[in-house]
């Protein structure tokens, strides 16, 4: 088997610096392993989705240097694939309809933990319902970065299909990481409680489990990620190398100085070859946003 990588933004905005750690460590994983490294736009959530934010974000990828192998993908044209796989899910029983607001929820468990009631009272109309994920055990896995884990309690049946209309996240990204025989996910460990979720859906549909490895978030002066939620600057194109470097000292790497008077493309080659996974901390440090 190939080793296959990804890299899945969101279009709802400029790539930051938080961007590039993920980019570039899933990047240089997959090439030092003489990988696939492909690039997927997860723009699902259509509310959100900046208009011209694709392009952009591609733009700046080629900018920074990143090749990815074949076409890109974007999870708006694979809606009927999705729908596959949720109509697979419901008609083995393994999903059931669910026509819980959250206020709902809340008012009846004092918290937004879903407690499985339309498990027992199934909704009497399909329409507005959400679709969740019928979930029993914990699902545990070896992180490469982060460690093993372990659930402290059960996952809920979580949303695969949202009430508004959409696909849900989780659904999605399993899919298409199956159907892109994805073996290898390097990505931001605010993605880590997703992961068991993830599983959970592989393991109902029959996918075969990646490999995981959740790098560290950068934070702000505030102790917030960054994120187009937190204001984070988008990546400067004119600065590329310099960005790099900084990147790799985030994940743990030793960018020698000579680096600092190399091609873009050398700087790249460089880092692919000292590529040191097991470099990179749990915890990353502030970034200052002024530089
Ligand atoms: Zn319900």
Not at 28 to 38: I, T
């Amino acid at each position: 088997m190939v080793y296959t990588g990804r890299f899945a933004p969101s279009p709802t905005g400029p790539l930051h610096f938080g961007s590039l750690l993920a980019a570039l460590a899933s990047y240089l994983d997959a090439r030092a392993h003489h990988g696939r490294w492909l690039v997927r736009i997860e723009d699902l959530d259509t509310p959100r989705v900046v208009k011209g934010a694709s392009d952009r974000i591609l733009k700046t990828l080629e900018q920074f240097g990143f090749e990815w192998h074949g076409p890109v993908i974007y999870q708006s044209d694979r809606l009927s694939i999705y729908n596959d796989a949720l109509t697979e899910l419901v008609s083995h029983q393994l999903a059931y309809p669910c026509s819980c607001s959250r206020q709902k929820i809340r008012q009846r468990t004092g918290s937004n933990r879903y407690d499985g009631y339309c498990r027992v009272h199934p909704p009497k109309h399909r329409t507005g319902c959400a679709i969740r994920s019928i979930c029993a055990e914990d699902y545990s896995f070896d992180d490469l970065i982060q460690g093993p884990q372990t659930a402290n309690h059960p996952i809920e049946d979580f949303v695969i299909f949202r009430r508004d209309g959409f696909f849900a996240y989780q659904l999605a990204v399993t899919v298409d990481d199956a159907a892109q025989q994805i073996n290898h996910i390097v990505r931001g460990s605010d993605l880590l409680d997703s992961t068991p979720k993830q599983i959970h859906l592989q393991q109902q549909l029959g996918y075969p489990q990646p490999i995981y490895a959740h790098i560290p978030v950068a934070t702000n002066l505030q102790g917030q990620k960054l994120s187009k939620q937190t204001l984070a600057p988008a990546l400067d194109s004119h600065q590329t190398r310099q960005q790099i470097i900084r990147a790799l000292r985030f994940l743990g790497q030793q960018p020698v100085a000579e680096l600092s008077d190399c091609r873009l493309d050398e700087c790249l080659a460089w880092a692919v070859e000292h590529w040191d996974i097991n470099a990179i901390p749990k915890r990353m440090g502030i970034i200052l946003e002024s530089n």
